[in-house]
């Protein structure tokens, strides 16, 4: 079953606006990843985060990996309507272990 | 580099028949996954390989999946019988590093 809790589930929101999205889980992982899913595409990795603390950005993405390694958060600013979609948090207890992927938030961005 | 290269995109198919999905991963890569994707479980992990040899299939649903990867270009997820419950997007992903995976476009799978 899942591990990983996403939330929110669904967002709406108007172009411009920042969004904040989040990952939680009950077990400690070595390694977050952050994808996103356009429809009819597969998952596309955004940002990955290897260190506990760590803050990375990729343009108007940044995520970071939490201090107690169950969690970790992706905000985007000044948003646009090509960031619709849906987002999967990913996460690897070990650096040896399989991916084990959250169920998605998806964004919805009003122009 | 053409990314990760599925085939077929769709394939619809009767109950009972069996069904070959087809994964050519990026040259260079070591670690080549299966997922399927559903509305109701998400992204499931079915199987993965590192060097050509799976390392755990423990998300392969049951006896009717069956997973090769004969060499590091190439690898198949065969179902048979197929079954309804079955239809869903297979994606084939691979990677370096077991993290940095990089999927491929899917296929879409309907069993009627």
């Known amino acids: 079953g899942q591990q990983l809790n996403q939330s929110p589930q669904s967002m709406f929101i108007q172009e411009g606006e920042d969004v904040s999205m989040n990952c939680t889980s009950s077990s400690i992982f070595n390694t977050w990843l952050w994808y996103k899913q356009d429809p009819g595409e597969g998952p596309v990795l955004l940002i990955a985060?290897?260190?506990?603390?760590e803050l990375t950005s990729n343009g108007r993405l940044t995520a970071q990996f939490g201090i107690t390694r169950k969690d970790s958060f992706l905000n985007i600013s000044a948003s646009i309507p090509s960031d619709v979609g849906i987002y999967f948090c990913a996460g690897m207890k070990t650096s040896y272990d399989k991916v084990i992927f959250g169920p998605g938030t998806s964004l919805s961005v009003i122009p | 580099d053409a990314g990760v290269i599925q085939s077929p995109r769709h394939e619809v198919t009767e109950m009972g028949q069996e069904v070959t999905l087809r994964c050519k991963p990026i040259?260079?890569?070591?670690?080549l996954f299966w997922y399927r994707q559903t509305m109701m479980w998400g992204l499931e992990l079915l199987i993965y390989?590192?060097?050509?040899?799976?390392?755990?299939d423990s998300g392969m649903p049951e006896d009717r999946f069956s997973a090769k990867m004969p060499n590091a270009s190439f690898s198949t997820l065969k179902i048979q019988p197929s079954e309804p419950r079955d239809s869903a997007v297979y994606f084939c992903?691979?990677?370096?590093?077991?993290?940095?995976?990089?999927f491929g476009q899917g296929t879409r799978l309907t069993v009627v």
């Open positions: 040259s260079g890569h070591n670690s």
């Open positions: 992903a691979s990677s370096f590093w077991r993290a940095e995976a990089f």
């Open positions: 985060l290897y260190k506990a603390g």
């Open positions: 390989f590192n060097n050509n040899v799976p390392i755990d």
